[in-house]
């Protein structure tokens, strides 16, 4: 998507240990107009097929999640990552590995929220080692719901974790794949 | 907002704690059609403040904050609930005593996207005993903006917080104040 990528060069900063900070317009800092255009667009990565929920991660993944949801006119469920007085006991879960957090964490979602019948596009704003979108998928395999594919905002792809899960056969959507970054600039994938 | 107090008697459910769980279509699982409609009207109630901003907090204050941007046509920015490694170091913070989490945490923003320039408008979820809002106040405070008022889905009005806000001199505007709620059922204020 080109208009993300000239944004990511614009806007976006490198820091230290492979982290691209997008915060001024993505996934803190929310530019409203490019996050509408971000949905509409996944939305026709995906068009046909049959699509009944969006799933995401709190807490960044919400904004691009509900973004696509409504040009796809399905709702929205984001895993938690802590099962808060707010959820009931019959939960499904799964662990994830976070490299943003340097932990394993549990992440949760209602079982009610995730039946047979679904057919689920995963929405997160990254994908780097692929950990988040691995623990997502365990939840809609509990669930035994049909994983549909992978919308990404932005792919780490000097990361490999986007490759990994596309040779596993998830069909991932990347708007933007970075090939590398550092003091040469940042280079996207064609 | 008749709509709103429609679906929680329909599908809010009341746990014990004073929880009202209302995951199915707000908060967990996001009614997408619903969501838009409440960001209508949330826009619709503050109309004419030229509003610069809106402010919430992860997680589940970014859906109806995205939603709401998309008819105010300005940025949404989100407190973090922790100090990532994709903040920057200049940020501010606040604390924030949880009502749901039983525990005080520091909330954070970056400090460039709160400006002396900034109106902003904050928007949750849930009011309860208002400290949340309060935290969000404060980082406005701290940012030299201006806090324009709150904008609320769904107030437990029995728990006090919005009506203290209030005589504090916040404009604050719910979609659906609940007086009480329990085996008697869920009793809306007029």
Redesign the interface.
């Known amino acids: 998507m080109q208009l993300l990528k000239e944004r990511i060069l614009k806007d976006g900063r490198v ?1 230290d ?1 492979d ?1 691209l ?1 997008v ?2 317009f993505l ?7 490019l ?2 255009k971000i949905g509409n667009e996944i939305a026709t990565l995906f068009c046909g097929q049959k699509i009944t929920k969006i799933l995401t991660i ?3 993944g ?2 691009i999640a ?2 696509t ?2 040009y796809i ?6 895993a ?1 990552k ?1 099962k ?5 006991s019959d939960v499904l879960r799964a662990e994830v590995v976070s490299y ?3 932990n394993i964490s549990t992440i949760f ?2 079982r ?2 995730i039946l047979p019948t679904d057919k689920i596009l995963v929405v997160d704003d990254f994908l780097a080692n692929g950990e988040a979108i691995r623990g997502l998928k365990g939840l809609i395999e509990e669930g035994g719901a049909e994983l549909v594919g992978c919308a990404i905002a932005i792919e780490k792809g000097f990361q490999g974790g986007g490759d990994e899960l596309r040779q596993s056969g998830i069909d991932v959507k990347s708007l933007a794949i970075i090939d590398s970054m550092g003091e040469d600039g940042i280079v996207f994938r064609d």
Do not use: W
Request: aromatic share 10%; net charge negative.
């Open positions: 820091f240990g982290v900070y915060g001024s996934n803190h800092q929310i530019d409203t107009d996050m509408d709190e807490a960044s919400i904004a509900c973004a949801a409504r006119n399905v709702p929205v469920l984001f938690k802590s808060t007085s707010n959820l009931t943003t957090h340097h979602v209602e009610e929220f």
